[in-house]
């Protein structure tokens, strides 16, 4: 899986964050601009590599946070405050879709987030398509610890506050996460012992 920048890092500093609520829009357009590249990857590993759902779901996030950006009290990191908005919006997004597709919908959506280029080029490539897509399936209170650990680089204490949880609810869910991933891509370990 390819590295991706770590939301964590702070881009903007407190000065930025106080002219957000404040209005201004050049803060919030630089706001925008650091942050919008990692939201869009959460909601792309969320909506199992949809990026027409994640541009929206993106769109959703940046819209809610320019407008409840005056809820920030600075209690927490700005980003770990950023990430929960944007776990929560993904699980509220999801939600809403299942509850408006059909059965025969939700099948076909399924299907075609599995299907897979017929030949493939690049090892490498094959490999991080099927971690990918194996994160992709993972059930949501799986998939977000499992994309704020190793997509974004947050510790369990970080992850646990972004997630409204223990710490210990993160080992655990990390855990069966980890075996989850296992099960799925346990065929490409046997590619690799077989030299395939």
Same mark, same amino acid.
């Given at each position: 899986?390819?590295? $991706?920048?770590?939301?964590?890092? /702070? ?9 957000? @609520? ?8 630089? $706001?925008?601009?650091? #942050? ?8 792309? #590993?969320?909506? +199992?590599? =949809?990026?027409?759902?994640?541009? =929206?779901?993106? @769109? %959703?996030?940046? !819209? ?8 920030? &009290? ?8 950023? +990430?929960? *908005? ?5 699980? =509220?997004? %999801? ?5 408006? !597709? ?6 076909? *959506? &399924?299907?075609?987030? @599995?299907?897979? /280029?017929?030949? &493939? ?16 399936? !993972?059930? /949501?209170?799986? &998939? *977000? /610890?499992?994309?704020?650990? #190793?997509?974004?680089? $947050? ?31 346990? +065929?490409?370990?046997? @590619?690799?012992? !077989?030299?395939?």
């Amino acid at each position: 899986m390819e590295r $991706l920048a770590v939301m964590s890092e /702070p881009l903007i500093d407190e000065r930025v964050i106080k002219d957000c @609520q404040q209005g201004d829009r050049e803060a919030f357009r630089l $706001l925008f601009e650091a #942050y919008k590249d990692r939201v869009f990857s959460i909601a792309v #590993y969320s909506f +199992h590599g =949809d990026q027409s759902a994640a541009r =929206d779901v993106t @769109q %959703q996030i940046f !819209l809610k946070l320019m407008t409840s950006i005056g809820q920030f &009290r600075g209690d927490s990191q700005f980003t770990t405050w950023l +990430h929960r *908005m944007v776990v929560n919006t993904c699980i =509220d997004e %999801q939600r809403r879709r299942k509850r408006h !597709l059909g059965f025969g919908e939700m099948a076909a *959506m &399924r299907t075609a987030g @599995q299907l897979r /280029p017929p030949e &493939r080029r690049y090892e490498r490539k094959e490999l991080a398509d099927s971690v990918k897509a194996a994160i992709s399936e !993972l059930e /949501p209170k799986f &998939r *977000m /610890p499992v994309l704020l650990k #190793y997509v974004e680089g $947050l510790s369990y204490e970080e992850i646990a506050d972004v997630l409204g949880c223990s710490k210990g609810t993160v080992a655990s869910r990390l855990n069966r996460g980890h075996k989850e991933l296992g099960r799925r891509l346990a +065929h490409l370990r046997d @590619q690799v012992v !077989l030299g395939e």
